[in-house]
């Protein structure tokens, strides 16, 4: 991973930007990323992300499991679109779940052009012990909101 950064002044609106290298791997026979590989390389961006929260926020991200995945392909990327760039912010949060936003695009790509792929990820938090939902404390609501996009 190259360049990720956490300062909302030199993300824009984005909560973290990543640039995710796109392997050869992650192609298929059409010579675009795979359906597959682009859910993986969006982890990568995301746990990069969660990680750099710092050991405050441990309790949140070891407890994060997700719920559910959307994407919606709006053109292809292709080896040569290499870095990927991932914008990540929090779409909203609720007692016991948050939901990440992403734009993909190439890295070559206008920070202001339209991402070839848009997506969320819903994230519970469980009581790893109880193996139970958990609610999200008040520092957790506070450090996720300061990372919503207006």
Not at 12 to 23: E, Y
Not at 89 to 104: A, L, M, N, Q
């Amino acid at each position: 991973m190259q360049n990720p950064t956490n300062d909302p002044a030199a993300t824009g609106a984005f909560a973290f930007v990543a640039d995710v290298p796109v392997r050869w791997s992650d192609m298929d026979a059409f010579g675009h990323i795979n359906h597959a590989r682009m859910v993986t390389l969006m982890e990568e961006a995301r746990v990069e992300w969660l990680l750099s929260a710092g050991e405050q926020y441990a309790p949140l991200i070891k407890s994060a499991m997700i719920v559910t995945v959307e994407i919606r392909y709006q053109a292809q990327l292709r080896h040569e679109d290499s870095p990927l760039r991932i914008s990540m912010w929090i779409k909203g949060f609720r007692s016991v779940d948050f939901t990440i936003g992403y734009e993909v695009r190439s890295a070559h790509a206008d920070a202001d052009s339209k991402p070839a792929c848009v997506a969320s990820t819903q994230m519970a938090v469980v009581d790893i012990g109880k193996q139970s939902l958990r609610r999200l404390t008040d520092t957790e609501k506070g450090y996720l909101s300061q990372w919503s996009r207006t």
